[in-house]
């Protein structure tokens, strides 16, 4: 028999209590059904597939369905469930949680449009989980093993591994291939601090299995998941602290853009520490108290919960890579080159597991690249891609193409044009002022470089702009588009414009009014 002191019975407890599973409701059995069916029997292999892919989140999905869209002979290899993080743990139930967070902000917030403030708002967290169970349950009868199956993809379930250079196991059947695919996806990195295993913590892989919302939550990390959720659980009404190791949140983007939303997060009521870093965790009766440094001061904090957001790995582990002759860094992921291809000449690779961009378009889009140079001899790069990106805060932040800094690093002489929101007249009668959109190009051109948009619906108003840019569209023949009126996307239009009215030199002028006086 084991003993437990009072102080690790204590740490047992607490880890029990994190959510393993979602409830068995009839929406998560459906989503089940869909995306691993409790009776489902691998196929039994027949001759050499054209294509094997191993990982069925969107990169995998997207490149099994357009192979045997070209007619060639498919398996698709998921270890857990078809979907990936996006439907699974990622995109789909964040966005439905942060909709409904939302909605409790518009409801507090109902005098700055007019309306009045209802006088109670009480927040059913249970029900907020079950909507989003039900809106995963909806979405996975799109790719589900059983349309899959019937779309001429062969499904397998089951631990995949190389077993040598053309040829992966699975479920005691091997699988061999003219060409592969490896779209694994990535995992929540383990943040090596004392105690903090022992007492149990989220990540994006449990966070949405919760069914009642912590009184006192630490978000660890403050990248696009640690502030979405930071903000959706204080609008649920936790009181969230957040920890981040830098001194502004989302060190990537432009400081203008970070300072925002450090303001609106601080408005909705986020305890923020910034240039903090945990340092360790335990657990003291039914609370868990995290210890943090600041400039070298320490403070501790007691949570109910802890919820990691500090990055991700790629999933490379228990692929037997070497048996294939695949070379990878367990940090960085698979090496491959700008059309994708791995050491390995039959073997392609493409999505987070090799990705430093890890976004659920970017895996579809290098997917797609792979399977065409895989299948067809393509030639299409993956430097040629320019991929958007959008942290779904309140307001948005929205970026794609090249950053000031950026630009500069490359010796690119760049020009910046800026509209601020509260100059548009659909910001200000949405009462939704907050936020820029800023358009750099190259200095003397019209060539768009970059963009970011802060902005209430900046994720809907980056597209136009990436659009110009794959389609080399300048911002003279942007300023020609005409944009419905009123809209929050046409502060893009206004950038547009005041790029044309700069265009108009003093000798131009001066040669205008003489026309117009003649």
């Given amino acids: 028999m084991t003993h437990f002191s009072a102080q690790q019975e204590q740490v047992v407890q607490q880890d029990q209590m994190l959510p393993s599973e979602p409830p068995d409701d009839r929406f998560h059995r459906a989503l089940l059904h869909d995306v691993h069916p409790h009776a489902w029997r691998n196929p039994k292999s027949a001759g050499k597939y054209n294509l094997v892919v191993i990982g069925a989140g969107p990169g995998g999905i997207t490149a099994a369905r357009e192979a045997t869209v070209l007619g060639a002979k498919v398996a698709l290899i998921e270890r857990n469930f078809i979907g990936g993080d996006r439907l699974n743990v990622g995109c789909v139930p964040s966005k439905a949680i942060i909709r409904t967070a939302r909605l409790y902000a518009e409801m507090r917030d109902a005098d700055n449009v007019g309306a009045q403030v209802p006088g109670s708002i009480g927040i059913g967290f249970p029900t907020v989980m079950e909507r989003m169970r039900r809106i995963q349950a909806r979405l996975s009868r799109a790719d589900s093993a059983q349309r899959l199956s019937e779309a001429s993809v062969d499904v397998y379930f089951g631990e995949a591994h190389f077993a040598g250079p053309d040829t992966v196991e699975v479920a ?87 300072q925002i939303l450090s303001n609106a997060l601080a408005r909705d009521g ?67 080159d700008d059309f994708l291809k791995t050491s390995n000449r039959r073997i392609y690779a493409a999505g987070d597991v090799c990705l430093e961009h890890k976004f659920t378009h970017a895996a579809e889009a290098s997917a797609h690249i792979a399977l065409r140079n895989a299948l067809l001899l393509g030639r299409k790069r993956l430097s040629a891609l320019t991929i958007p990106w959008c942290t779904y805060t309140d307001p948005e932040i929205a970026h794609i193409g090249l950053y000031v800094r950026e630009a500069r690093e490359k010796a690119i002489p760049v020009r910046t044009l800026t509209i601020l929101m509260h100059d548009v007249d659909r910001a200000v009668t949405d009462g939704e002022e907050e936020g820029f959109v800023k358009i750099h190009v190259r200095e003397g051109t019209d060539r768009i470089l970059g963009a970011t948009v802060v902005a209430r619906h900046a994720g809907e108003m980056i597209n136009g702009l990436s659009l110009a840019i794959t389609s080399g569209i300048g911002l003279r023949d942007l300023a020609r588009v005409i944009h419905t009126y009123p809209t929050q996307a046409e502060a893009i239009k206004m950038a547009a414009d005041a790029y044309n009215r700069t265009r108009l030199t003093p000798t131009l002028k001066s040669l205008t009014r003489r026309w117009l006086a003649w």
Avoid: W
């Fill in 270 to 336: 986020v305890e923020i520490h910034l240039n903090t870093t945990v340092v360790a965790v335990r657990v003291e009766g039914v609370r868990k108290v995290v210890d943090l440094v600041n400039d070298g001061d320490k403070f501790s904090v007691s949570v109910d919960e802890i919820l990691a957001g500090i990055g991700r790995a790629p999933n490379v582990e228990s692929l037997c890579l070497e048996a294939a002759g695949v070379r990878y860094d367990t940090e960085t992921g698979i090496y491959v």
């Fill in 172 to 258: 005691g059947d091997k699988l061999r291939f003219r060409k592969a695919l490896i779209a694994t996806g990535a995992r929540p990195l383990t943040p090596p601090i004392p105690g903090l295993a022992e007492a149990g913590y989220l990540t994006n892989e449990n966070v949405f299995n919760l069914t009642e919302c912590p009184r006192r939550l630490l978000v660890m990390g403050g990248g696009p998941l640690g502030c979405e959720l930071a903000q959706a659980f204080c609008r649920f009404g936790s009181h969230v602290i957040i920890a981040q190791d830098e001194p502004m949140f989302l060190p990537k983007e432009e400081r203008d853009a970070a």
